[in-house]
């Protein structure tokens, strides 16, 4: 058994080592100069003006809603296309509910606007 996890073993110790390294050689070879700039809240290359705490526009919400319907569409529903003809019929009707609540998710915000382009 220990030679099957070994390489993931060796693996998570090359992947913390180069963190903790990188983490190490920004601090002590990073540059350390303070100044009340740097301290400044920072937005997209302009100046914060107003309150911070102010409201976003709806949009902003609905396009995040965008992104993570694709994103988990993608993430799993790729491997179920890869092994769709093994998993037989199966298969395909445990992935409808699936798909059925993404595609929910889709009509959703193209009812809302969303896709259109500016």
Do not use: N, Q
Request: proline fraction near 4%.
């Amino acid at each position: 058994m220990i030679d099957t996890y070994f390489p993931v073993l060796v693996m998570f110790v090359l992947v913390a080592g180069f963190a903790v390294t990188m983490l190490l050689l920004s601090i002590f070879l990073g540059p350390k100069r303070e100044s009340e700039m740097k301290d400044d809240p920072f937005e997209c290359g302009t100046i914060a003006t107003g309150d911070v705490s102010g409201r976003h526009s709806v949009k902003f919400y609905l396009v995040a809603m965008t992104f993570i319907v694709f994103d988990v569409e993608i993430v799993f529903l790729y491997p179920w296309a890869i092994t769709v003809r093994e998993l037989g019929w199966w298969g395909f009707w445990a992935a409808m509910p699936f798909i059925l609540i993404l595609t929910v998710g889709l009509i959703y915000e193209w009812k809302k606007g969303v896709l259109d382009v500016v």
